[in-house]
Protein backbone atom coordinates (compact mmCIF):
# COMPACT_ATOMS: atom_id res chain seq x y z
CA UNK A 1 0.00 0.00 0.00
CA UNK A 2 1.23 3.47 -1.61
CA UNK A 3 1.89 5.96 2.19
CA UNK A 4 2.81 9.35 1.58
CA UNK A 5 4.17 11.17 4.70
CA UNK A 6 4.37 14.71 4.52
CA UNK A 7 6.89 16.60 7.26
CA UNK A 8 8.49 19.86 8.29
CA UNK A 9 5.14 21.68 8.90
CA UNK A 10 4.78 24.12 12.02
CA UNK A 11 4.65 27.44 13.45
CA UNK A 12 6.35 30.12 12.20
CA UNK A 13 6.39 34.16 12.36
CA UNK A 14 5.21 36.14 9.30
CA UNK A 15 7.81 36.46 7.13
CA UNK A 16 9.58 33.08 8.41
CA UNK A 17 10.41 30.43 6.13
CA UNK A 18 9.52 26.53 6.36
CA UNK A 19 10.52 23.64 4.08
CA UNK A 20 7.92 21.11 3.25
CA UNK A 21 9.02 17.06 2.39
CA UNK A 22 6.57 14.81 0.74
CA UNK A 23 8.16 11.00 0.91
CA UNK A 24 6.80 7.30 0.58
CA UNK A 25 6.94 5.31 3.21
CA UNK A 26 7.47 1.44 2.99
CA UNK A 27 6.91 0.94 -0.95
CA UNK A 28 8.69 1.70 -4.04
CA UNK A 29 6.68 3.48 -5.40
CA UNK A 30 7.98 6.40 -7.69
CA UNK A 31 7.18 9.61 -6.73
CA UNK A 32 7.35 11.30 -10.77
CA UNK A 33 4.91 14.28 -10.60
CA UNK A 34 3.42 15.95 -7.84
CA UNK A 35 1.13 18.67 -6.10
CA UNK A 36 1.05 19.98 -3.01
CA UNK A 37 -1.99 21.11 -1.73
CA UNK A 38 -3.63 23.31 1.63
CA UNK A 39 -6.76 23.41 3.08
CA UNK A 40 -8.04 25.99 5.84
CA UNK A 41 -10.33 25.72 7.95
CA UNK A 42 -13.99 26.12 6.31
CA UNK A 43 -12.30 26.73 3.15
CA UNK A 44 -12.03 24.06 0.27
CA UNK A 45 -8.76 22.39 -0.51
CA UNK A 46 -6.54 24.43 -3.24
CA UNK A 47 -3.43 23.77 -5.28
CA UNK A 48 -0.87 25.72 -4.16
CA UNK A 49 2.16 24.16 -6.67
CA UNK A 50 2.81 21.54 -8.54
CA UNK A 51 5.75 19.68 -10.84
CA UNK A 52 5.88 17.50 -13.49
CA UNK A 53 7.98 14.80 -14.23
CA UNK A 54 10.26 16.55 -16.67
CA UNK A 55 10.62 19.36 -13.96
CA UNK A 56 7.90 22.45 -15.71
CA UNK A 57 6.06 23.94 -12.26
CA UNK A 58 2.89 25.49 -11.77
CA UNK A 59 1.86 28.29 -9.04
CA UNK A 60 -0.96 29.32 -7.15
CA UNK A 61 -1.34 33.08 -7.79
CA UNK A 62 -0.86 33.79 -4.21
CA UNK A 63 1.78 31.49 -3.65
CA UNK A 64 4.11 32.65 -6.83
CA UNK A 65 7.30 34.50 -6.01
CA UNK A 66 7.40 32.99 -2.42
CA UNK A 67 7.18 29.42 -2.94
CA UNK A 68 9.20 27.11 -4.85
CA UNK A 69 8.52 23.16 -5.79
CA UNK A 70 11.10 20.95 -6.46
CA UNK A 71 11.77 16.89 -6.74
CA UNK A 72 14.76 15.15 -5.87
CA UNK A 73 14.87 11.49 -7.61
CA UNK A 74 17.19 10.31 -5.80
CA UNK A 75 15.53 10.49 -2.88
CA UNK A 76 11.67 9.98 -4.48
CA UNK A 77 10.99 13.01 -2.48
CA UNK A 78 8.66 16.51 -3.20
CA UNK A 79 9.66 19.55 -1.30
CA UNK A 80 7.56 22.96 -0.90
CA UNK A 81 10.16 25.45 0.22
CA UNK A 82 7.55 28.41 2.05
CA UNK A 83 9.66 31.79 2.41
CA UNK A 84 8.07 35.18 3.40
CA UNK A 85 5.22 33.28 4.85
CA UNK A 86 1.88 35.10 5.87
CA UNK A 87 -0.89 34.60 8.28
CA UNK A 88 -3.21 33.67 5.32
CA UNK A 89 -0.67 30.69 4.38
CA UNK A 90 -2.14 29.07 7.52
CA UNK A 91 -3.35 25.81 6.64
CA UNK A 92 -2.97 21.72 6.39
CA UNK A 93 -0.65 21.02 3.60
CA UNK A 94 -1.25 18.01 1.47
CA UNK A 95 0.92 16.10 -0.54
CA UNK A 96 -0.30 14.63 -3.58
CA UNK A 97 1.49 12.47 -6.39
CA UNK A 98 1.95 11.22 -10.07
CA UNK A 99 -1.41 12.89 -10.73
CA UNK A 100 -1.37 14.39 -14.43
CA UNK A 101 -1.84 17.81 -16.28
CA UNK A 102 -4.02 18.78 -18.44
CA UNK A 103 -3.15 18.47 -21.97
CA UNK A 104 -4.66 22.24 -22.86
CA UNK A 105 -5.07 24.14 -19.66
CA UNK A 106 -1.69 22.94 -17.85
CA UNK A 107 -3.33 22.21 -14.60
CA UNK A 108 -2.30 19.57 -12.33
CA UNK A 109 -5.05 16.96 -11.85
CA UNK A 110 -4.19 14.89 -8.92
CA UNK A 111 -4.24 11.28 -8.60
CA UNK A 112 -5.64 9.06 -5.42
CA UNK A 113 -2.06 9.21 -3.35
CA UNK A 114 -2.73 11.81 -0.63
CA UNK A 115 -0.57 11.96 2.01
CA UNK A 116 -2.08 12.61 5.53
CA UNK A 117 -1.09 16.31 5.78
CA UNK A 118 1.02 18.32 7.73
CA UNK A 119 -0.12 21.55 9.86
CA UNK A 120 1.68 24.96 9.02
CA UNK A 121 0.34 28.16 11.29
CA UNK A 122 1.93 31.61 10.51
CA UNK A 123 1.70 33.75 13.78
CA UNK A 124 0.67 37.57 13.12
Known amino acids: QVQLVESGGGLVQAGGSLRLSCATS????????GGWYRQAPGARRELVAA???????NYDASVKGRFTISRDNAKNTVYLQMNSLQPEDTAVYYC??????????????????WGQGTQVTVSS
Open 96 to 113: NANGRFAYYSGEYLPSGY
Open 51 to 57: ISSEGRT
Open 26 to 33: GSTFSINS
